[in-house]
């Protein structure tokens, strides 16, 4: 299997790099003034003289954390000579930019001889397509995709730029939507409808993403979906959401930009979200949500709903 990224080799990087990368992200505050370098990144409970280290506390205990650069936040509170101390505006988002700048080689392109890819389908510049994939006629495939082994693209799905897409994940499969027949029977209603997955969406492994029926179903910009994820049929969701594990969402819902669905969450058909809402981990979403509201416990209750209830409960 190959990967987008993986690790460099014979890695060294150096406070003054880091500080002038920094600036260039608009997350540098100030420094003091000790040079090192580092060769590896740690966690504070496995750090070595030559590991960069992340602080998101205002203090810490620096005794026995052995990182020869420390990467914390503008109110961290230290007056320590022996350490190269970087304050940055936003910690975590620093250390990951840093990883990706200085510690993972990107991986230019790839596809494998044992995917079995449809000859109308048309795959852009630097993709990785891994063994076992199939992908079914009439998609199209932007740049820089990424496709794990053993996911299933079906016909007329469009994935654009800076996809990735993990193992066992199927996009594009008919949705569970059936009619009655005059004889009582079940039939499939027809899904005519397609999957479009917007630019640098991320979708775990193991999720299902059923096709439209008469429209499509469509996942915005920047979307990130976590595994063991169920997206009906004709759902559309905005940019930037973040999606956790187990989450269902049910037919034609909607859901707005910057949303946060919790894991195990379930939304019933045709419920709209609004930007910013937050869902609660397993809560059963029955009626629409207001924008920037926050959605607790089983019952789908708006917070301070929620924390009225529980007063009177005590009581």
Known sequence: MVTRTKL????EVTTKEIVDFLKSKGLYILDNKVEKSASTIGDLKNSTPYSIGWIKLSNYNLDNLKSSILIVGDNFK????DKSIIYTKNPRLAIALIID?????????????????HVSTRIGAKCIINEN???????TIGDNVTIYPNVTIYPNTIIEDGVTINSGTTIGQEGF????????????????????????VEIGANVSIDRGALSNTYIGEGTKINNLTHIAHNVEIGKWCQICSKVNISGSSKIGDRV?????????DGVYIGDEATI????????????????VTFDGLEKREYIKIRKKLKA
Request: glycine content about 6%; charged content about 25%.
């Open 177 to 200: 939507g059936y009619v009655t027949n005059t004889d009582k029977r079940l039939i499939q209603f027809p899904h005519l409808g397609r999957v479009i997955i917007k630019k640098d």
């Open 280 to 295: 609660g981990i397993g809560a059963i979403i029955r009626k629409d949500v207001k924008a920037k509201s926050t959605i």
């Open 78 to 81: 230290t007056d320590i000579k």
């Open 133 to 139: 994939v199939v992908i079914g006629e009439n998609c």
């Open 8 to 11: 460099k080799d014979n890695i």
């Open 101 to 117: 700048e200085f510690f993972l080689e990107k991986q230019k392109e790839y596809i494998s001889n044992l995917a079995s890819i």
């Open 260 to 268: 946060y669905i919790a894991p195990s969450a379930s939304i019933i």
